[in-house]
Structure formats: structure tokens, C-alpha cells
């Protein structure tokens, strides 16, 4: 099937470190960029980062910027989000989605599902003490 697979989330204590991976069954995730989304209960979707298909392009939102890191490893067809200093904040359910353009979605807010060629059903990040 063609869709996108996220792992790796987990519960972890505040300052600690976790990555997540988004991994493309059925096609390459070297053809699209990759974004990041978030969404905590009751809150409304957030944009977290986007890395585009050659990696020209690469943006974070203001409250992780310095420390979530996002990467490709094309081999093996695997996008990462690298999460340091963990906050309660960063409770959510995140999500990988992939778009044709270089981020051009991301960077415009768009949050909508439909508006992305393939969406994840999301791992659930939960950061506690």
C-alpha cells in the first residue's frame, strides 16, 4: 500500500530526548518534501518542521526551533525528527505528511490532510514527569 508509516514515540520526562521516524511504504520520500505536524487535545493542528526533497529548504516552528532537528536517510526511505529538551508543551500526536512542492504548504499553515499527497496516522508523544 502506498501511505506513511510514524514510530518511535513514547513517554518521556521533561528534558529528555526522543526521535520519531516517518517511513514511505510504496514510493520514494525522496520525491517529496516532508512536514511534521502536531496535535495536542483540544488544541488545533500545528506545523513543527519541513525538510524539502533535496533538502534545500528547511523550516521549524518558533517553539522548537533549536531543539528538534529534522533529516532524510533516503537508503532507507526514512524521514527523522530529532526532539532535545523536551517540554509538557510538546505533548501531541505527530504526524509526517508529504507535498510535491518545497514545503510551500508547510510554510503557508496549511494544515488540512487533503491538501497533502500522503498523511500518516500519527505517533503519540507524551513528555511527563
Known amino acids: 500500500q502506498l501511505q506513511l508509516v510514524e514510530s518511535g514515540g513514547a513517554l518521556v520526562q521533561p528534558g529528555g530526548s526522543l526521535r520519531l521516524s516517518c517511513t514511505a511504504s510504496?514510493?520514494?520520500?525522496?520525491?517529496?518534501?516532508i512536514s511534521w505536524f502536531r496535535q495536542a487535545p483540544g488544541q488545533g493542528r500545528e506545523g513543527v518542521s519541513c525538510?524539502?526533497?533535496?533538502?534545500?529548504?528547511?523550516e521549524y516552528a518558533d517553539s522548537v526551533k533549536g531543539r528538534f532537528t529534522i533529516s532524510r536517510d533516503n537508503a532507507k526511505n526514512t524521514v527523522y525528527l530529532e526532539m532535545s529538551g523536551l517540554k509538557t508543551e510538546d505533548t501531541a500526536v505527530y504526524h509526517c505528511?508529504?507535498?510535491?512542492?518545497?514545503?510551500?504548504?508547510?510554510?503557508?499553515?496549511?494544515?488540512?490532510?487533503?491538501?497533502?499527497?500522503?498523511w500518516g496516522q500519527g505517533t503519540p508523544v507524551t513528555v511527563s514527569s
Open positions: 505528511a508529504a507535498e510535491e512542492l518545497p514545503c510551500t504548504a508547510f510554510i503557508l499553515k496549511v494544515t488540512d490532510e487533503t491538501e497533502y499527497r500522503y
Open positions: 510504496g514510493f520514494a520520500l525522496e520525491s517529496y518534501a
Open positions: 525538510l524539502s526533497r533535496r533538502s534545500r529548504t528547511i
